[in-house]
Nanobody, 125 residues
Framework: QVQLVESGGGLVQPGGSLRLSCAAS????????ISWFRQVPGKEREGVAC????????YYADSVKGRFTISRDSAKNTVYLQMNSLKPEDTAAYYC??????????????????WGEGTPVTVSS
């Protein structure tokens, strides 16, 4: 059974940090592109960050570049999103997803077939 489970969300003050986790099961996530998305009510889902399968390629949305870092821990079959210098505009439900296509060298925010349930992040003073 392919499953993705997000955790690590919560309430944080502006300028603070959170680290989100995306725990994979039923497949070896190192072989696949994993992406983070976020969504707020009334807006379309936004691709935030992506890490490719084997090339080490990463991509970040302009809105988070320089503040967020995506990484893998192969031993734990987990992908992380380290979020620093958080802003109120970062408030959203955050989701991880994969297209389950082996060996993708570059990232894409389209074609995701497997999603987690999401973890909420609120940035407020």
């Amino acid at each position: 059974q392919v499953q993705l489970v997000e955790s690590g969300g919560g309430l944080v003050q502006p300028g603070g940090s959170l680290r989100l986790s995306c725990a994979a099961s039923g497949f070896t996530s190192d072989h696949y592109t994993i992406s983070w998305f976020r969504q707020v009510p009334g807006k379309e889902r936004e691709g935030v960050a992506c890490i490719a399968s084997s090339a080490g390629y990463t991509y970040y949305a302009d809105s988070v570049k320089g503040r967020f870092t995506i990484s893998r821990d192969s031993a734990k079959n987990t992908v992380y999103l380290q979020m620093n210098s958080l802003k109120p505009e970062d408030t959203a439900a955050y989701y991880c997803a994969t297209d389950l296509i082996v060996g993708t060298a570059f990232c894409s925010f389209v074609g995701m077939t497997h999603w987690g349930e999401g973890t909420p992040v609120t940035v407020s003073s």
